[in-house]
């Protein structure tokens, strides 16, 4: 499988694939050291961008370092993220044509006042980064506190997309 990493129409740098892949086959695994939740919110204080990607609960991280941290949101993409024994795996969900951008669904969560903006293009788009849970969550709390910002750490999101490309 040969994956390439080269500028995007939804944000920066996106992850290509030269070859077919058929779906259902692992693409890519997301690998970097592993962080608990804590470690990263020092680390990156001060940081708009990060590239964690939150295991099991959500209290360890993994630090991306490696090709899948290039791969970009999409609310209709052609791969999802799964964990396996503590390893997150990119695997197709569609086949997916040579030259094609590889995309999987971000479900950020965690993002204190970013509101994490989709440009993903697609037709389904919900025109955010959250998964469909953290939106709910924002919208009960926005109604519990009128007026208010909710206060929160950085976000804990891989790209930052909000910058107008
Ligand atoms: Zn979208």
């Known amino acids: 499988m040969g994956l390439i990493i080269r500028s995007s129409a939804i944000h920066a740098a996106g ?8 779906k259902g086959k692992r693409v890519v695994e997301y690998t970097g050291p592993r962080l608990t939740k804590d470690e990263a919110d020092i680390l ?10 939150g295991l099991g609960d959500g209290s360890v991280v993994i630090d991306g370092h490696c090709m899948a941290m290039f791969i970009n949101h999409s609310c209709d993409a052609n791969c999802e993220t799964g964990e396996e024994d ?44 959250y998964s469909k849970e953290e939106v709910r969550r924002r919208k009960a709390a926005a109604k519990k506190a009128p007026g208010k910002t909710p206060r929160g750490k950085r976000a804990k999101r891989k790209t930052g997309a909000s910058d107008g490309g």
């Open 15 to 22: 992850c290509y694939t030269t070859t077919r892949i058929p």
């Open 44 to 53: 990156y204080e001060d940081s708009p961008l990060t590239y964690l990607f």
């Open 86 to 129: 503590g390893r997150v795996w990119v695997t197709a969900i569609k086949n997916i044509a040579p030259g094609s951008e590889i995309t999987y669904d971000y479900c950020l969560y965690d993002g204190g006042d970013d509101a994490a903006v989709c440009n993903c293009g697609s037709k389904n788009c919900r025109g955010t980064m």
